[in-house]
């Protein structure tokens, strides 16, 4: 089943001489449970790409389709519980608030939606994430690949339509890296989550069910 229809996905910065094309003239679609990985150098749109399918930045033309709404036809407001509630987003510097411990965290995006998480969900959660025993450390006492864990719980703690994560291995270690991308997969796997990742390093890219090179704002090659 479809999850994200992307059609003539355009974003722009700039005027005259001074005009940037982030993002060119981009479609493309994604089953849901798929794991996508976008790659691509410095520079390239894929990150510019990634905020335009969560919502966060909006294009110069063309539509994003998630469960088959076109998510640029809301309002300020829609579009803004839009991504509460069905993007989970995980980035490179991990952005946890660090007055909260590990499990408030975690479960911020249901305390804004004023959901109660099942306890028995958020240890299962917990104990996938392998933070059994940080439930109620700050973040700066935790090394980066857990709080990197967090922030991959935080993201699926909502059950999102979909989780988009930005270089979520870019500050990182190797060891530290590969155990982040293991825990992306085993997420596919297990919750059947779709997660498309950005990611420069086509090494980390080999995990993801399908790869879409894009350089200069288009799409070069999909695998």
Same mark, same amino acid.
């Given at each position: 089943?479809?999850?994200?229809?992307?059609?003539?996905?355009?974003?722009?910065?700039?005027?005259?001489?001074?005009?940037?094309?982030?993002?060119?003239?981009?479609?493309?679609?994604?089953?849901?449970?798929?794991?996508?990985?976008?790659?691509?150098?410095?520079?390239?749109?894929?990150?510019?790409?990634?905020?335009?399918?969560?919502?966060?930045?909006?294009?110069?033309?063309?539509?994003?389709?998630?469960?088959? +709404?076109?998510?640029?036809?809301?309002?300020?407001?829609?579009?803004?519980?839009?991504?509460?509630?069905?993007?989970?987003?995980?980035?490179?510097?991990?952005?946890?608030?660090?007055?909260?411990?590990?499990?408030?965290?975690?479960?911020?995006?249901?305390?804004?939606?004023?959901?109660?998480?099942?306890?028995?969900?958020?240890?299962?959660?917990?104990?996938?994430?392998?933070?059994?025993?940080?439930?109620?450390?700050?973040?700066?006492?935790?090394?980066?690949?857990?709080?990197?864990?967090?922030?991959?719980?935080?993201?699926?703690?909502?059950?999102?339509?979909?989780?988009?994560?930005?270089?979520?291995?870019?500050?990182?270690?190797?060891?530290?890296?590969?155990?982040?991308?293991?825990?992306?997969?085993?997420?596919?796997? +297990?919750?059947?989550?779709?997660?498309?990742?950005?990611?420069?390093?086509?090494?980390?890219?080999?995990?993801?069910?399908?790869?879409? +090179?894009?350089?200069?704002?288009?799409?070069?090659?999909?695998?």
């Amino acid at each position: 089943m479809e999850i994200l229809k992307v059609e003539n996905l355009t974003k722009k910065y700039g005027k005259g001489e001074n005009e940037v094309i982030a993002v060119n003239n981009l479609s493309f679609s994604v089953e849901s449970g798929e794991f996508i990985a976008i790659i691509g150098s410095s520079g390239s749109g894929k990150s510019t790409l990634l905020h335009l399918l969560g919502g966060v930045d909006r294009p110069t033309s063309g539509k994003v389709f998630v469960n088959g +709404k076109d998510i640029y036809s809301l309002k300020e407001e829609e579009l803004a519980i839009f991504r509460r509630r069905e993007v989970g987003l995980i980035y490179q510097f991990y952005n946890l608030i660090p007055i909260l411990n590990v499990e408030e965290n975690i479960t911020l995006p249901c305390d804004l939606d004023r959901k109660v998480v099942p306890p028995n969900e958020l240890d299962e959660l917990i104990q996938i994430l392998g933070l059994e025993n940080r439930r109620k450390h700050l973040p700066n006492e935790l090394s980066g690949g857990q709080q990197q864990r967090v922030a991959i719980g935080r993201a699926l703690i909502n059950h999102p339509a979909i989780v988009l994560a930005d270089e979520p291995t870019g500050n990182l270690d190797s060891k530290a890296s590969e155990e982040i991308v293991q825990l992306l997969k085993a997420s596919n796997q +297990k919750y059947h989550q779709t997660i498309i990742m950005i990611t420069h390093n086509p090494e980390i890219a080999k995990v993801a069910d399908r790869i879409i +090179k894009i350089e200069d704002g288009n799409i070069v090659s999909t695998v």
